[in-house]
């Protein structure tokens, strides 16, 4: 469709670009989860699926009594270990309260599966389900990770993809918009922009501010209207035309012929045919121009 | 053409399905709409399940509304729906309506965070009923009644959450006056039809384990069946309940919950495959000639991170067919063994008798969020056709005998990044079978990202944990009208990147045998196409069209209906 009508490659304005990097960059920064400080404190303001609160001590005692009695089968975290389960994953331990459904199973023992009986009191178990409760899962959980650990690639491969096959330097130079670029945004950053051009939401939609989609416009009577996209489809165009007024024109099929230059085209036309390779190699090099 | 290919089967359908669905209004009592159609009629005047009717074909043969005469589209009314615990008596400058009914087992509603915010404005994204004149609308936490004539809300019921992730409620079922309805604090809501007061609520699937249902319950007789979601390492059911009493009747997991389960080779130890996933969170087809209710499953857990998992993981990524009666699975097919992407394929099969190879079969159709389109015999789950309708399949290493896509573990989420679709090629919203055109029409989502594997930990990751998204850009969606018969796009026509979630999903499908099909394009307008070849025939420009639209007949009128976020949208010709 007409949206994805623009052809070949137009020049990319350096500044525009790298003033998309940094938006993208604080973008991403945004939607970083904390990771949540646990200790069975009242659910944070926004979990999906929060538990009562519970007492910071008996989480305390807990966290001593687990390690004492469970981590070496369960691991230190409860995440499982040397033949012992997962237990944040656990059913039992997930729709246990106060100990009582642990108790249970610590009382009994599963000697059918190598766990022996445990001679623990209720409080013990209250104050065991309050430690392994209070550690997070599910979105509240995610670690946090270094954006440097990405780069696997070659980079000698990525400066011979950036100069020949990836014609990257039709519009990017390393003396211009990518001067020092390896040293102004983390690995990570840099390889996700290559992918999407710095110029899309986290779900994907063009951000407000990437570089303007040029339009041209040529009216049955021969008028030809020129200026900024803002949007477009079956029925309607959007514009800022050259004197900065915004106008919207109707469309009905071919007409008006509409003609778009995306300067992010180049990007999109690679989706479908990216090999994870060559971008990985393009990182790999671009990181290394400090 | 293609007509006399198809028997009338759909009709037989529809009409037993009615049956089903008010069968027990004489039981319970009640004054029900049992003559709202007569036994072997289209129920064109109503639409009383998730789909219009069992088979999930979204198909109506309302004529009155066609090519010739849809540019004369108006419309009749809007609703604009207000949510909370007192949406009602806004004040003496906002126009008048009823007061809110409050349930919920929560001393006050709690605000969860995220994309899906509890508190995120109202958005109706699911099916909307309509019987007798009256439409039931809801979105997480909120049902209405809605006189379907002036767009008047006649009462409002308001749940206090628990929390759960919010994404969208898919709509309510209903028996005789009893509707139903699941809330993402796993609540089976019954509602008295008339009145909006609270019936009971029953306990469906556990909040602690992280389970959030938003499913639409559907009514098969005297079965309400209900899913679940769920994005921790739970195990994946669907269950039976009683209308009246609010009794579970059967549960069928749809992983292995113990030893000596044919599916557990699948699996490396019993611990995964509980810990396994396949939930059960979109509303499937019923054909009442076998019995056989026919849903999909979700992905495997944990979602990206397959260490643990190794296998295909039965009967997650899988179209099931169960015996409504017993809760006994018949037969299963799996859409995409060994899911790693969490691709689910859950989407809402079509059931059509139509001719296969030159012989007139029992099928079943389904496109799934792996990006491909699978036809089946529905009564034996035989394999008859794979295709792939995603522009792109570097993910796929080849189609199996049996047609699975298997996967290139390459591009599983890698520590340097894997390029792939991280949100599917196709979500919930429904696709439609159109029997006239043999055209199975889909929206296709195209986006691209990296997925990153960041899990240090050796024992693996939870959930949908261990991974790391980034560089997310979108080529937009594409409405693609599929051969059924081969597999094949007939016709596709592009759209732009949408906003938001409603451009992340796209929006869900109808066809008529006026020969149109409505849906939305990226988002703003909502189109009558032409359903032979994409010809944009009409549209109104709504932003955000939220949910898929259905139509029916009130008082000699055909209606089409839509929502978008917090509105509903009647249209009929004008006159």
Redesign the interface.
């Given at each position: 469709?007409s949206?994805?009508g623009g052809t070949g490659v137009a020049a990319l304005a350096t500044v525009s670009v790298l003033a998309l990097l940094r938006v993208l960059s604080v973008e991403?920064a945004e939607h970083v989860q904390p990771a949540t400080a646990g200790g069975g404190q009242a659910s944070t303001?926004?979990?999906?699926?929060?538990?009562p609160p519970s007492d910071p001590a008996a989480v305390a005692r807990g966290k001593q009594v687990f390690s004492v009695n469970c981590s070496f089968c369960h691991?230190s975290d409860a995440?499982?270990g040397e033949g012992g389960?997962?237990l944040?994953?656990s059913?039992i331990v997930?729709?246990d309260r106060n100990g009582e459904a642990i108790y249970a199973v610590m009382l009994a023992g599963r000697v059918d599966k190598g766990m022996p009986k445990f001679n623990l009191t209720l409080d013990n178990a209250a104050d065991i389900a309050a430690y392994v409760h209070s550690i997070p899962?599910?979105?509240g959980?995610?670690?946090a990770?270094d954006p440097k650990?990405?780069?696997?690639?070659d980079a000698t491969a990525g400066r011979a993809y950036f100069y020949g096959k990836g014609h990257c330097s039709q519009c990017h130079s390393l003396q211009g918009d990518f001067a020092h670029i390896g040293s102004r945004f983390d690995p990570?950053?840099l390889?996700?922009?290559?992918?999407?051009?710095a110029?899309?939401t986290?779900?994907?939609?063009?951000l407000p501010t990437a570089p303007p989609r040029t339009v041209t416009i040529t009216l049955p009577s021969g008028e030809v209207i020129q200026g900024n996209l803002i949007s477009?489809?079956?029925?309607?165009l959007s514009l800022t035309d050259a004197a900065g007024n915004r106008r919207t024109l109707p469309r009905e099929g071919d007409r008006p012929r509409v003609e778009i230059k995306n300067p992010m085209q180049a990007?999109?036309d690679m989706?479908?045919n990216?090999e994870?390779r060559d971008?990985?190699n393009l990182?790999a090099f671009l990181v290394k121009q400090q | 053409m293609m007509f006399g290919a198809f028997r009338p089967a759909r009709c037989a359908v529809l009409a037993v399905g009615l049956l089903g669905v008010f069968a027990g209004t004489t039981a319970a009592g009640t004054a029900g709409p049992a003559a709202a159609a007569p036994p072997g009629a289209p129920a064109t005047d109503s639409w009383p399940t998730y789909s219009g009717d069992y088979s999930g074909q979204r198909f109506s043969p309302l004529i009155q509304i066609n090519r010739a005469n849809v540019k004369n589209l108006t419309l009749a009314w809007t609703a604009r729906l207000a949510g909370g615990a007192d949406s009602g008596g806004g004040g003496p400058f906002a126009p008048p309506s009823p007061p809110t009914i409050v349930g919920g087992e929560a001393a006050e509603a709690v605000v969860t965070g995220g994309v899906f915010s509890s508190a995120a404005p109202i958005s109706v994204r699911g099916a909307i009923l309509q019987v007798n004149g009256v439409l039931y609308v809801s979105a997480p936490d909120n049902a209405w009644a809605v006189d379907a004539r002036t767009g008047t809300v006649i009462w409002h019921y308001y749940w206090k959450t628990k929390g759960g992730t919010h994404t969208a409620n898919k709509g309510m079922g209903l028996y005789g006056d009893w509707l139903f309805m699941e809330t993402a604090d796993d609540y089976l809501v019954s509602l008295d039809a008339r009145t909006g007061e609270e019936r009971w609520h029953k306990e469906t699937a556990s909040f602690s384990e992280q389970f959030f249902s938003e499913a639409a319950p559907i009514v098969i007789g005297r079965h309400v069946l209900v899913g679940a979601g769920n994005d921790s390492d739970a195990a994946g059911a669907l269950r039976s309940f009683d209308p009246e009493t609010g009794d579970l009747q059967w549960t069928l997991h749809t992983v292995p919950m113990k030893e000596g389960d044919p599916a557990l080779g699948s699996w490396p130890s019993l611990d995964a495959a509980r810990h396994g996933g396949g939930n059960v969170w979109v509303t499937g087809s019923y054909d009442p000639e076998t019995h056989l209710y026919i849903f999909g499953t979700g992905n495997p857990t944990p979602a990206y991170v397959p260490r643990g998992r190794d296998g295909d993981n039965l009967y997650t990524c899988t179209l099931v067919a169960v015996d409504v009666e017993t809760g006994k699975m018949a037969w299963h097919y799996q859409t995409s063994p060994h899911d790693t992407h969490d691709w689910d394929s859950a989407q809402t099969p079509v059931i059509v008798d139509a001719d296969f190879d030159g012989k007139p079969r029992k099928l079943v159709l389904q496109a799934t969020r792996n990006g491909h389109f699978f036809v089946l015999d529905r009564v034996t789950g035989e394999h008859l056709l794979t295709s792939r309708f995603a522009k792109w399949g570097k993910w796929v290493k080849e189609l199996n005998q049996s047609g699975q896509p298997i996967r290139d573990p390459a591009k599983d989420a890698s520590v340097g990044g894997s390029l792939v679709s991280l949100d599917g090629w196709t979500n919930w919203p429904p696709p439609s079978f159109n029997p006239q055109t043999g055209l199975f029409y889909l929206r296709d989502l195209e986006s691209y990202g990296l997925l990153y594997y960041t899990e240090k930990d050796p024992r693996g990751a939870m959930g949908l944990g261990g991974v790391a998204r980034g560089g997310q850009v979108s080529l937009g969606s594409i409405v693609e009208a599929i051969d059924y018969r081969t597999g094949k796009v007939v016709w596709e026509r592009s759209f732009g990147p949408g906003q938001g979630l409603v451009g992340m999903l796209g929006t869900g499908m109808l066809s008529t045998a006026g020969g149109l099909l409505f849906t939305a394009d990226s988002g703003d307008n909502f189109v009558a196409f032409d359903a032979r070849n994409g010809t944009p025939l009409w549209h109104s420009r709504l932003h955000g069209v939220s949910n898929a639209a259905e139509t029916y007949t009130l008082d000699d009128r055909q209606y089409v209906i839509v929502a978008a976020g917090d509105t509903v949208y009647a249209f009929y010709l004008y006159e």
């Open positions: 469709m949206w994805r991403a303001a926004g979990e999906d699926f929060p538990r691991g995440r499982g389960p997962n944040l994953r059913p997930l729709n899962i599910g979105r959980a995610r670690e990770f650990s990405i780069v696997v690639g990570k950053t390889q996700d922009n290559i992918v999407s051009g110029a899309a986290m779900l994907g939609a063009p477009i489809d079956d029925f309607n990007h999109l989706l479908r990216w994870d971008i990985h990182t | -």
